[in-house]
């Protein structure tokens, strides 16, 4: 007898979510699916509606309409079992208790939560436990809000903004310790204005505009599908003759081939056949091929007058 199973909930699932403010559509009918374990960058101008969208997810505001679920549950039901944690920019933090009073003080308020010393180190929180929550920097306090989002050991983490203001050598610090609670199979979506931070540590890119979401996808898909990659070279052929070449090599992919006194250049995707004629004209040097960035695409997108 065969048996079928149900397939697991989506992580996150949206229909049809909407959400005004007076005249200002903030959620403009969006449809979400994230599958566990994902990691997700919300993308898109100031006010394109990632704050709202997010909050609207985890319950914290009420959509005008459309349905959402966390692993098949409501907001409150997913929040009630430990599943949800979230680190908001400006997230407001009890100043005057210790750092480790702080994180004890909030495990109590919990049924369960994660080994304390554990989370301390894990969020390099550690060498910071006797100061004053009030006297630690911004990148800091943002660690002792990342380790109170991960206290309840949740499945999903939403990440608002999260590294605002902090210094490089912060920021490479705070992705390593998002690298490592991600190979624990969270869920993680975040909003970031930092797009290099999407190209880096998210693999499917969401981009807003307008309270819409214009583009989804793969990060590195996005990139390539909205932006063009770029090939040059130099070489001693005639022009025609390089630019017969290339033409050739295209084989109909809408490229954009220009050359003029022996500079080649490129613009297009999927340029390996390019480079390879490209080579292979006489005199051949200087090769330099850069590739299109999720920072390209957003670009394109988000500037285009109409979608
Ligand atoms: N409580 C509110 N009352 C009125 N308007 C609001 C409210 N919250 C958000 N908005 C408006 O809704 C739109 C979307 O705002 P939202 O904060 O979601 O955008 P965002 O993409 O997170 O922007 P940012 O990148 O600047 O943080 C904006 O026009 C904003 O002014």
Redesign the pocket.
């Known amino acids: 007898m065969s048996q079928t199973t149900a397939p697991p909930p989506r992580a996150i699932f949206t229909r049809g979510l909407r959400k005004s403010?007076?005249d200002?559509l903030?959620?403009d009918d969006v449809d979400l699916d994230i599958s566990p374990g994902e990691i997700v960058a919300l993308l898109?101008?100031?006010?394109?509606?990632?704050?709202?969208?997010i909050?609207i997810i985890l319950g914290l505001q009420s959509p005008d309409r459309g349905e959402r679920m966390l692993c098949g549950l409501s907001p409150r039901d997913a929040i009630a079992r430990g599943l949800v944690g979230a680190l908001h920019q400006h997230g407001a933090l009890l100043t005057d208790l210790r750092v480790g009073s702080l994180v004890r003080f909030v495990a109590d308020t919990m049924e369960t939560h994660r080994d304390l010393d554990e989370l301390m180190v894990a969020t390099g929180i550690e060498a910071l436990a006797r100061r004053r929550v009030g006297k630690c920097s911004g990148g800091e306090q943002q660690r002792i809000r990342l380790a109170l989002a991960l206290l309840s050991d949740p499945l999903f983490l939403f990440l608002?903004?999260p590294t605002v203001g902090m210094d490089v050598a912060s920021r490479t610090a705070f992705w390593q310790i998002m690298d490592d609670e991600a190979q624990r199979g969270r869920t993680i979506v975040f909003?970031t204005?930092y797009l290099t931070e999407a190209q880096q540590y998210a693999q499917r890119t969401i981009i807003?505009r307008s309270?819409r979401v214009i583009a989804d996808g793969s990060t590195a898909q996005l990139a390539a599908d909205y932006a063009d990659s770029t090939l040059t070279l130099r070489c001693d052929a005639t022009d025609t003759v390089a630019r017969d070449a290339l033409e050739s090599a295209s084989a109909g992919r809408p490229w954009h081939i220009t050359v003029e006194g022996g500079m080649v250049t490129v613009r297009g995707n999927d340029l390996d056949d390019a480079a390879r004629a490209g080579l292979a004209l006489p005199g051949a040097r200087d090769l330099s091929l850069t590739h299109s960035t999720i920072e390209d695409a957003y670009l394109a997108l988000t500037t285009q007058t109409t979608l």
């Open positions: 403010f007076g200002v903030a959620v898109g101008p100031n006010g394109a509606g990632k704050t709202t969208l909050d608002d903004e909003a204005h807003m309270g």
